[in-house]
């Protein structure tokens, strides 16, 4: 599976739009573009998926670029509760789900 | 979405002792589970991938001896920790993937083992 690359951290206040790039300039087309999210002591959670296309739903939005060489996450009103690790993970067919160091977000009051 | 379980979330045990760590998915059937570790302040190791009704699939460096994975249902994976030492003490997380042929993985909320 390519492999993805995001900042260590980032932060953002209480009630804005969270936004959380990830750069996967080598992945194949038949990959997709997984998010997931780890609370502190808490098993990973799922967030979203895409190819191609951007995706949404009642968690976030996926805002895959047209070469989808990079992608951006969008948790669009942040509370404190999403404070978390966020892995971008590229994943192919019967590929197994690696992890990365991930980006800390910080939502500060 | 898909909801994975797992029991116990917590486990102190004596080292030398053998420990069992159940992960069921509640709500669809897992053709796959793949089990993790986690040490502090790093991140998710894959330890195996089973398959319900065959042998699991062990990552690089790790003892399938030690780590005894048993999948024999569509809903039931279980990890046996045998003969734990300290050094075994960590994070164990589950995870689940379905039936429908999305490769989406559904986690487990992990099980804290402390081996004295």
């Known amino acids: 599976d390519a492999k993805t690359t995001q900042p260590t951290s980032m932060d953002c206040a209480e009630g804005r739009a969270a936004n959380l790039p990830c750069n996967h300039s080598?992945?194949?087309?038949?990959?997709?573009v997984y998010w997931y999210r780890q609370i502190h002591s808490q098993g990973p959670q799922y967030i979203i998926h895409?190819?191609?296309n951007n995706e949404t739903n009642e968690m976030a939005s996926l805002i895959i670029t047209e070469d989808r060489k990079s992608s951006t996450l969008i948790l669009p009103h942040a509370t404190l509760r999403d404070t978390a690790v966020y892995y971008c993970?590229?994943?192919?067919?019967?590929?197994?789900?690696?992890f990365g160091k991930g980006i800390t977000l910080s939502v500060r009051p | 979405g898909a909801v994975v379980s797992q029991h116990p979330s917590r486990v102190i045990c004596k080292s030398g002792t053998s420990v069992k760590i159940e992960c069921r998915s509640l709500?669809?059937?897992?053709?796959?589970m793949f089990w993790y570790r986690q040490f502090p302040k790093q991140s998710l190791m894959l330890m195996a991938t089973?398959?319900?009704?065959?042998?699991?699939?062990?990552e690089q460096g790790v003892e399938k001896d030690k780590f005894l994975i048993n999948h024999a249902s569509l809903t039931l994976s279980t990890l046996t920790v045998t003969s734990a030492h300290p050094e075994d003490s960590s994070f164990y997380i589950c995870?689940?993937?379905?039936?429908?042929?999305?490769?989406?993985?559904?986690f487990g909320p992990g099980t804290r083992l402390l081996v004295l």
């Open positions: 995870s689940a993937r379905g039936t429908s042929g999305s490769e989406t993985q559904y």
């Open positions: 080598t992945i194949s087309g038949n990959e997709y």
């Open positions: 895409g190819l191609k």
């Open positions: 993970i590229a994943l192919g067919a019967n590929s197994k789900l690696t």
């Open positions: 709500d669809f059937q897992a053709t796959t």
């Open positions: 089973s398959n319900e009704g065959s042998k699991a699939t062990y």
